[in-house]
């Protein structure tokens, strides 16, 4: 289970399954972006496609067993981390898989490296679009502010230990899985005041999602000059709006829609292959 130390301090775990040309996955889950995920959803690609190339799986920081310090987090950050994860491999060019806030680093990446991104799947892409705000996402953040002002840090330190699933529970704060298996951060965020608490997560919220419609992570001109091909499925709910999958699909040069209802128990078994023949069409 390789782990890589990044700069600051963060620690950047993931895993490879199979053998091939080098599949990159950016996991669903937001804030809890980790291999772990990849089971909630109708497609794992970490099983679904072992068999014909060698798939990365990982954990974004602050999720799973990437623990990171008790700082905000910008796609600067996470888009290093993705590329330290191919360097540490020795992988040049690859393939990626994103989804939820996974097509956004596909976005970010291919727009800061793209001579490495070879073709990118992208299911279920945030946005901001006419049926949703940024209220939609920044309130995910409100209970753990909530009981960092009601009850101190200390109260976010005891939510995080019984529940570190930020997504599962928001009052544990983005930092929860590392509250709850190291003791020694533990006690730095029970130390902090209310306020600056509040204040570090003020600040977290604004680099997971800014203001900046509506893909978050790259500007809506890039998206028509992206040279990456793109496999859209597209979402259905106000994090992941149809009309976002369209909008990138309509837009970018060498993008492509697959049915909103492409992971339909009928449309499964196509919707798989026609991810693996985009794939395979796209491998050097």
């Known amino acids: 289970m390789p782990e890589i130390m990044r700069p600051d301090g963060a620690v950047i775990h993931y895993e490879t399954f199979g053998e091939g040309f080098p599949l990159l996955c950016f996991a669903p889950g937001g804030v809890n972006s980790e291999i772990d995920f990849w089971e909630v959803g109708a497609i794992n690609p970490l099983r679904e496609f072992a068999s014909d190339f060698m798939v990365i799986g990982m954990d974004q920081r602050n999720a799973g067993k990437s623990p990171a310090p008790a700082a905000p987090v910008s796609y600067d950050l996470t888009v290093g981390d993705q590329l330290a994860v191919l360097d540490d491999l020795g992988v040049e060019r690859a393939h990626t898989y994103g989804a939820c806030i996974g097509v956004a680093y596909i976005l970010r990446i291919s727009q800061e490296a793209p001579e490495r991104i070879t073709a ?146 009928a449309k499964l078994p196509a919707t798989i292959e026609a991810i693996r023949a985009f794939l395979k069409e796209h491998t050097p």
């Open 120 to 265: 990118g799947v992208g299911q279920d892409a945030v946005g901001l679009d006419h049926t949703n705000s940024l209220a939609t996402f920044m309130d995910m953040f409100q209970p753990t502010i909530e009981l960092a002002r009601s009850g101190g840090a200390g109260a976010v330190v005891d939510a995080a230990v019984a529940n570190p699933i930020f997504m599962r529970s928001n009052e544990g704060g983005p930092f929860a899985h590392r509250i709850h298996d190291d003791p020694v951060f533990r006690n730095e965020i029970r130390n902090l005041s209310a306020d600056a608490y509040v204040s570090l997560i003020e600040s977290y919220a604004d680099g997971v999602w800014p203001d900046h419609p509506p893909y978050f992570s790259v500007d809506e001109a890039w998206v028509r000059t992206c040279p990456t091909p793109l496999l859209i499925l597209p979402g259905s709910d106000q994090f992941h709006p149809t009309s976002i999958a369209e909008q990138i699909c309509r837009e970018a040069p060498d993008a492509h829609c697959l049915d909103v209802d492409c992971r339909s128990e």
